[in-house]
């Protein structure tokens, strides 16, 4: 017999930020409502452990992980490109070959471990509970760097609705973003949380998504506190390729690229 209701607990945007995660998992582990954790990509790069991150999330019991467009860059190793390319940054960009590097060096901390860590992500996951349909992704379903507007969920629902003729509610969950969204039209729900590990909306603390999900859903965005010094002073320690950057972005929690 199929669940009826589900509770998922997501986790986006890690980025190596070690003292989020251990206060995201600590959060996920104290609530009783939980019956699926899913972490949605970017773990690693532009962060100050990669290492401690990966031990930690392959510590997870029964977690479903995703790809991010970070995994993927680890993967393809951009590093080697005579131009690589990079969410849209011009080649000649100074702070695109920074990030360029921190991607080298956070796949130089991984070693073979994370590449196979990486090539095990599929870029979705969907699951069908009661009449939704769920779709986790970083962000989309058939790519790792733009999520969805509104006019694609909605092809991407009438793409597949034929298959599933007793979903109500399709809700589409991506990453990526590192800000909030909740979206919704017609009989489609967008929803991002932020970012669990590098937040992008001027507020420093990690935030966690949970959704419980059936012939109905709730979303709710657990925002939490943790050491962002800690943080800040680990990328001293560790001072990987753009690590000022990071130390700003982390202070501030928007994008510092000055």
Same mark, same amino acid.
């Given at each position: 017999? @199929?669940?009826? !209701?589900?509770?998922? =607990?997501?986790?986006?945007? $890690?980025?190596? %930020?070690?003292?989020?995660?251990?206060? =995201?998992?600590?959060?996920? %582990?104290?609530? *009783?409502?939980?019956? *699926? @954790? $899913?972490?949605?990509?970017?773990?690693?790069?532009?962060?100050?452990?990669?290492?401690? !991150?990966?031990?930690?999330?392959? +510590?997870?019991?029964?977690?479903?992980?995703?790809?991010?467009?970070?995994?993927?860059?680890? #993967?393809?190793?951009?590093?080697?490109?005579?131009?690589?390319?990079?969410?849209?940054?011009?080649?000649?960009?100074?702070? +695109? =070959?920074?990030?360029?590097?921190?991607?080298?060096?956070?796949?130089?901390?991984?070693?073979?471990?994370?590449?196979?860590?990486?090539?095990?992500?599929?870029?979705?996951?969907?699951?069908?509970?009661?009449?939704? +349909?769920?779709?986790?992704?970083?962000?989309?379903? &058939?790519?790792? &760097? *733009?999520?969805? !507007?509104? &006019?694609?969920?909605?092809?991407?629902?009438?793409?597949?609705?034929?298959?599933?003729?007793?979903?109500?509610?399709? $809700?589409?969950?991506?990453?990526?973003?590192?800000?909030?969204?909740?979206?919704?039209?017609? %009989?489609?729900?967008? #929803?991002?949380?932020?970012?669990?590990?590098?937040?992008?909306?001027?507020?420093?603390?990690? =935030?966690? /998504?949970?959704?419980?999900? /059936?012939?109905?859903?709730?979303?709710?965005?657990?925002?939490?506190?943790?050491?962002?010094?800690?943080? $800040?002073?680990?990328?001293?320690?560790?001072?990987?390729?753009?690590?000022?950057?990071?130390?700003? !972005?982390?202070?501030?929690?928007?994008?510092?690229?000055?």
């Amino acid at each position: 017999m @199929l669940m009826s !209701t589900k509770t998922f =607990a997501i986790l986006t945007d $890690i980025h190596s %930020n070690i003292f989020a995660l251990e206060a =995201a998992i600590s959060i996920v %582990n104290n609530r *009783q409502d939980v019956d *699926q @954790l $899913i972490c949605i990509g970017d773990y690693f790069a532009l962060g100050p452990d990669p290492i401690a !991150t990966m031990k930690t999330l392959k +510590l997870i019991p029964n977690c479903i992980f995703t790809r991010g467009n970070h995994e993927r860059y680890l #993967l393809e190793k951009i590093w080697n490109d005579d131009n690589p390319s990079l969410e849209g940054m011009h080649p000649d960009d100074p702070i +695109l =070959a920074e990030i360029v590097q921190n991607e080298k060096w956070t796949a130089n901390q991984l070693g073979n471990e994370g590449v196979e860590f990486c090539k095990s992500l599929d870029i979705s996951y969907r699951e069908i509970i009661g009449t939704t +349909l769920v779709e986790f992704t970083h962000a989309y379903y &058939e790519r790792d &760097e *733009q999520p969805p !507007t509104m &006019e694609e969920a909605i092809n991407w629902r009438n793409s597949i609705q034929d298959k599933y003729p007793e979903i109500q509610q399709f $809700i589409f969950v991506h990453g990526h973003l590192h800000v909030p969204r909740e979206e919704s039209k017609e %009989n489609i729900t967008i #929803l991002c949380q932020g970012a669990t590990g590098l937040p992008f909306d001027e507020d420093q603390r990690g =935030a966690i /998504g949970f959704l419980t999900v /059936g012939d109905s859903f709730k979303w709710e965005v657990v925002r939490f506190e943790y050491n962002p010094k800690s943080t $800040i002073d680990l990328l001293e320690e560790e001072q990987p390729p753009f690590y000022k950057n990071l130390q700003n !972005t982390v202070k501030f929690a928007t994008i510092k690229n000055d």
